[in-house]
């Protein structure tokens, strides 16, 4: 059986404070439909802009499966994080060259942050060619260097609402302490320490 949950424009923010009423109710095997401005919408290919975060937590609500589930967490919180930082370009890349290198001394600069200071060899993980990184690591997305975060960065498995609202304590500690591990290996930790929050 459906449950259906009406939201219009004014009201679809307390849709995050009553979360924890879906979570009981997906518990009792019933799936979440959202019901916005008059309208169902279930695929975010076809819903307006403001509520895609909204219709994500739906599908992650609505999926049964455990393993599934935390893989929709996951990949939902990376393009969220990916947004951050691609979209707004915070890390401001010049000549393959983030902002925080290029403000170093010539001889303490490395490209970014996926290459090290020490060895200045670049992560085996990193596709030198097509610029990015092979694996999809939770842990280097979450990363904001002491730089970024003077200019007021600041991101957390809490701004993400789905890490936020789907993770639990443990498994947010997970996403601070597995750099350079892809998601399945990530995902095999989560599951261990699987517990609804
Ligand atoms: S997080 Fe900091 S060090 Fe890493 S790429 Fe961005 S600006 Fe550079
Ligand atoms: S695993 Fe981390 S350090 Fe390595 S290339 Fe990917 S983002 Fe960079």
């Given amino acids: 059986m459906n449950k259906i949950i009406y939201y219009n424009k004014e009201n679809i923010n307390k849709f995050y404070k009553r979360i924890w009423i879906y979570k009981v109710i997906c518990a009792l095997r019933k799936k979440i ?13 076809t819903c307006p802009k403001d509520i895609v975060e909204v219709l994500k937590c739906i599908e992650i609500l609505n999926e049964r499966n455990k393993k599934k589930r935390l893989e929709l967490v996951y990949d939902y919180t990376c393009e969220y994080l990916d947004n951050e930082f691609l979209g707004k370009n915070l890390c401001g890349f010049k000549n393959d060259m983030c902002a925080c290198n290029r ?16 060895t200045k060899t670049i992560c085996d993980k990193f596709d030198n060619k097509n610029k990015e990184c092979t694996i999809k690591s939770i842990s280097c997305k979450l990363f904001v260097c002491p730089y970024l975060r ?48």
């Fill in 103 to 118: 403000h170093k001394p010539k001889d303490k600069r490395r490209s970014s942050c996926c290459e090290s200071g020490r």
């Fill in 33 to 45: 439909i959202l019901n916005y401005c008059g309208k169902e919408y279930k695929s975010i290919k």
């Fill in 150 to 197: 003077k200019k007021g960065v600041k991101l957390s498995v809490n701004n993400v609402p789905y890490s936020k609202h789907f993770l639990s304590l443990r498994q947010k500690a997970i996403c601070y302490t597995s750099f350079f591990k892809d998601k399945d290996y990530v995902i095999d930790k989560f599951t261990k320490f699987y517990k609804m929050p």
